[in-house]
């Protein structure tokens, strides 16, 4: 066996274990920064010039700088992508958690995100809308759950959030939502009661 031949199948082992690693923590997304360690590429140059090279054969996807994916665009679930692309602790809230449970009946044209930045932003097909909340609320778990890999706001934690933003909101379905619920988890997190 040649010595390239060798390289070759060494370089395919090296493939295969990179991936059984993201596959075994199932990670389906993920940002150059996140693979130093997992990996174990300490130079910068060396990582960036890997993941390259694994998007020009196909193996991975580029999103966008330093974001890439084992899925194309289309496949990842938008409220993953966003909460990646903001690279930041953010969780689904207020208008898209509340749309989902009938409690508002316009449609609501992007996904809404609670996070530490205000920013709006597009990825291929959708549109996102992150508003900013200060740090003592933003980490407070009262009402978030793990859905898909995902922080959520329940129903009653997407209607706090949402008050707390606009105190003056019209909500079409109020006789749904558990108002008991809103005011425990207003308190819980303390927001301002309504």
């Known amino acids: ?9 060494s370089r395919k082992g090296l493939y295969k274990e990179r991936f059984v690693q993201l596959a075994k923590l199932g990670i389906l997304v993920f940002h150059a ?9 300490q130079n910068p140059n060396t990582l960036h010039t890997t993941l390259k090279r694994y998007a020009q054969e196909g193996l991975i996807v580029r999103i966008q700088r330093g974001l890439y994916s084992l899925l194309p665009v289309e496949k990842i679930d938008p409220k993953l992508l966003g909460i990646k692309i903001l690279h930041r602790y953010a969780y ?3 208008e898209t958690v509340l749309a989902q449970a009938g409690i508002i009946f316009q449609s609501i044209p992007q996904i809404t995100l609670i996070s530490s930045v205000s920013q709006k932003f597009t990825m291929g097909k959708n549109q996102y809308a992150c508003r900013k909340l200060a740090d003592k609320f933003l ?5 978030i759950i793990l859905k898909n890999g995902i922080q959520v706001a329940t129903l009653e934690r997407a209607v706090a959030d ?3 933003f606009n105190s003056r909101y019209y909500f079409d379905a109020k006789n749904l939502i558990n108002w008991n619920k809103v005011r425990a988890i207003q308190k819980q997190i303390g927001y301002p009661q309504t």
């Open 162 to 164: 949402l008050l707390y």
């Open 139 to 143: 980490f407070n778990d009262a009402g």
């Open 33 to 41: 920064g996140d693979l130093v360690n997992l990996w174990q590429i």
């Open 92 to 94: 689904v809230s207020t």
């Open 1 to 9: 066996m040649s010595t390239v031949e060798t390289n070759q199948k």
